[in-house]
């Protein structure tokens, strides 16, 4: 028996034959595989080199099948049917109740998760959605144990077994309450380095990307106030003279609710680089890539310029 290689193999041939033997006409086949007519000619005479055999011959009643094509017609139609099920079999894993488990910052739960509850509503109806703070997917290695089926955020570098692709970008911003006695609609570096800061201290270290941009031009801040959450951040704004820098989408959320200001950096910041992981055992997770979909799909419509 010579060995086939099925990379060399178009498959989709073998659902022609398929149509082809049940119809026994290119017409009918074509109709049923809603192609043209020609495309089923084309694919016959790739068969017929494929098998070494005519397969089927034309008569005045129809294609009448070759005796090798009556042998190969019941395996085809049981592989085909086995293939429907495997591929029916995939489609309803998305579809059953389940609960996906992403774990992310309070700033992505604020920014991206209800839109991402509401998408998962829509697609699938029966999923759950649970989401855990980054600090616990770290200490329980949640994506290598399975706990966990997604992580956005910032990763500072990719788990081991991991993989990551974007999910979006956006600008940091400058916040102050709307009110505030020495800031009105333009921030400049000297009153910015001025002001008291608020920053953010995930894992108990402070991000430094301010201080970095500041020092370039040789100038540095003073902090009043360092929390662990980023959902903290406006609150603490909104009710004293501080600034702070967050990014955009979660600025926005807060600023008309608490009478916040939202003025562009008197210096270059970086752009924020949010990122989705997940570990390779899920990679081919159906329900995990339509996750990812959702995700990405829910953060290009919430885009802040």
Same mark, same amino acid.
């Given at each position: 028996?010579?060995?086939?290689?099925?990379?060399?193999?178009?498959?989709?041939?073998?659902?022609?034959?398929?149509?082809?033997?049940?119809?026994?006409?290119?017409?009918?086949?074509?109709?049923?595989?809603?192609?043209?007519?020609?495309?089923?000619?084309?694919?016959?005479?790739?068969?017929?080199?494929?098998?070494?055999?005519?397969?089927?011959?034309?008569?005045?009643?129809?294609?009448?099948?070759?005796?090798?094509?009556?042998?190969?017609?019941?395996?085809?139609?049981?592989?085909?049917?086995?293939?429907?099920?495997?591929?029916?079999?995939?489609?309803? &894993?998305?579809?059953?109740?389940?609960?996906?488990?992403?774990?992310?910052?309070?700033?992505?739960?604020?920014?991206?998760?209800?839109?991402?509850?509401?998408?998962?509503?829509?697609?699938?109806?029966?999923?759950?959605?649970?989401?855990?703070?980054?600090?616990?997917?770290?200490?329980?290695?949640?994506?290598?144990?399975?706990?966990?089926?997604?992580?956005?955020?910032?990763?500072?570098?990719?788990?081991?077994?991991?993989?990551?692709?974007?999910?979006?970008?956006? &600008?940091?911003?400058?916040?102050?309450?709307?009110?505030?006695?020495?800031?009105?609609?333009?921030?400049?570096?000297?009153?910015?380095?001025?002001?008291?800061?608020?920053?953010?201290?995930?894992?108990?270290?402070?991000?430094?990307?301010?201080?970095?941009?500041?020092?370039?031009?040789?100038?540095?801040?003073?902090?009043?106030?360092?929390?662990?959450?980023?959902?903290?951040?406006?609150?603490?704004?909104?009710?004293?003279?501080?600034?702070?820098?967050?990014?955009?989408?979660?600025?926005?959320?807060?600023?008309?609710?608490?009478?916040?200001?939202?003025?562009?950096?008197?210096?270059?910041?970086?752009?924020?680089?949010?990122?989705?992981?997940?570990?390779?055992?899920?990679?081919?997770?159906?329900?995990?890539?339509?996750?990812?979909?959702?995700?990405?799909?829910?953060?290009?419509?919430?885009?802040?310029?």
């Amino acid at each position: 028996m010579t060995d086939v290689n099925l990379a060399n193999v178009d498959l989709n041939l073998l659902v022609v034959l398929d149509a082809v033997l049940s119809e026994r006409s290119a017409t009918k086949a074509a109709a049923k595989l809603h192609v043209t007519q020609s495309a089923v000619s084309n694919a016959l005479r790739r068969l017929r080199a494929l098998f070494d055999d005519e397969l089927v011959v034309r008569t005045a009643y129809g294609f009448i099948p070759t005796p090798r094509a009556d042998t190969l017609a019941p395996s085809l139609r049981a592989l085909l049917t086995e293939t429907e099920k495997l591929l029916s079999a995939s489609e309803s &894993h998305t579809k059953r109740a389940r609960t996906f488990t992403v774990a992310c910052t309070d700033a992505i739960s604020v920014s991206l998760v209800p839109g991402l509850r509401r998408e998962l509503e829509r697609q699938l109806p029966l999923a759950r959605l649970r989401v855990v703070t980054i600090e616990r997917e770290l200490s329980h290695q949640g994506l290598a144990t399975g706990d966990v089926d997604l992580l956005i955020g910032i990763p500072p570098a990719l788990p081991t077994g991991c993989e990551g692709e974007g999910v979006y970008e956006e &600008h940091i911003v400058c916040v102050i309450r709307r009110d505030h006695p020495t800031v009105r609609t333009k921030l400049s570096l000297d009153r910015y380095t001025s002001l008291p800061h608020i920053e953010v201290a995930l894992f108990g270290e402070p991000d430094d990307r301010v201080d970095r941009a500041l020092a370039r031009v040789g100038r540095s801040r003073t902090i009043a106030l360092t929390v662990p959450h980023f959902s903290s951040v406006p609150f603490a704004v909104a009710t004293s003279n501080c600034v702070a820098a967050l990014g955009a989408r979660l600025s926005v959320a807060f600023a008309k609710p608490l009478g916040l200001r939202i003025l562009t950096p008197p210096v270059e910041l970086p752009r924020l680089q949010i990122q989705q992981v997940w570990h390779r055992r899920a990679s081919h997770d159906p329900g995990v890539i339509l996750l990812r979909k959702m995700a990405r799909k829910v953060a290009s419509e919430g885009r802040v310029t």
